[in-house]
């Protein structure tokens, strides 16, 4: 069964660092999300993306974070400079279409330690 | 804003007894909801959806029910296996074109053996 696969599994950076984080979605699929959970907490909704550009994106999402498809099959979610509230882990999320509501499919999540 | 609730952080069964996993929203324009399972180290894994249509979806061991007049889903797990032991996640969606999904906190479900 296709899955969507992300790179790297865990990622240490220190404060003040750029990290891209990069997410291969499943081939055929259309809308692309991150969702990132801190420690014990819920999952959260950070933006989706469709059509090459951002559709929504959550309070979360400010300034320091970006999204890029920079081809036709990678999707990264970029950090500009990192704060410590930023370590969590980030999944990001494919979807085809709502036809039929098929569900949202995850990665395993890219751990962000900022130290 | 919590607009996905679940109210029991954790949750210990029995083996081949039932597990009911509750989850309650607060938004009216809900119309999908999903269950996911979760392990450690992993992503979220999709297990379960009900479109507000229905009140009832049911998949081999896991059924779904929606009571949408009190805001309430349940999963129910019969029977209920040591593998199923792991951290569920209700999540819910409304039509807003970009199928963002709402998650609750998480029950952490335990199946002794």
């Known amino acids: 069964e296709p899955e969507v696969t992300q790179t790297p599994s865990h990622q240490v950076t220190q404060m003040g660092q750029e990290v891209i984080l990069r997410c291969v979605p499943i081939?055929?699929?259309?809308?692309f999300y991150w969702y990132r959970q801190i420690l014990g907490q819920k999952v959260e909704f950070l933006v989706s993306?469709?059509?090459?550009?951002?559709?929504?994106k959550s309070e979360i999402f400010d300034d320091q974070f970006s999204v890029e498809r920079p081809d036709g099959s990678n999707f990264t979610l970029k950090i500009r400079s990192t704060k410590l509230e930023d370590s969590a882990m980030y999944f990001c999320?494919?979807?085809?279409?709502?036809?039929?509501?098929?569900?949202?499919?995850f990665g395993n999540g890219t751990r962000l330690t900022v130290t | 804003d919590q607009q996905v609730k679940q109210n029991s952080p954790s949750l210990s069964v029995q083996e081949g007894r039932i597990s009911i996993l509750n989850c309650d929203y607060t938004?009216?324009?809900?119309?999908?909801f999903l269950w996911y399972k979760k392990y450690p180290a992993e992503g979220p894994t999709f297990l379960i959806s009900?479109?507000?249509?229905?009140d009832k979806n049911e998949d081999g061991r896991f059924t779904v029910f929606l009571n949408k007049s009190a805001k309430h889903l349940s999963l129910h797990i019969v029977p209920s296996q040591p593998g199923d032991s792991a951290v569920y996640f209700c999540?819910?969606?409304?039509?807003?074109?970009?199928?963002?999904?709402?998650f609750g906190t998480g029950t952490r479900l335990k199946v002794l053996a």
């Open positions: 009900i479109s507000s249509i229905k």
């Open positions: 938004n009216s324009m809900f119309d999908y």
């Open positions: 999540a819910a969606s409304a039509p807003s074109g970009t199928y963002k999904y709402i």
């Open positions: 999320a494919s979807i085809n279409d709502r036809a039929g509501n098929s569900p949202l499919h």
């Open positions: 993306f469709y059509n090459n550009e951002i559709s929504e």
């Open positions: 081939s055929n699929h259309l809308y």
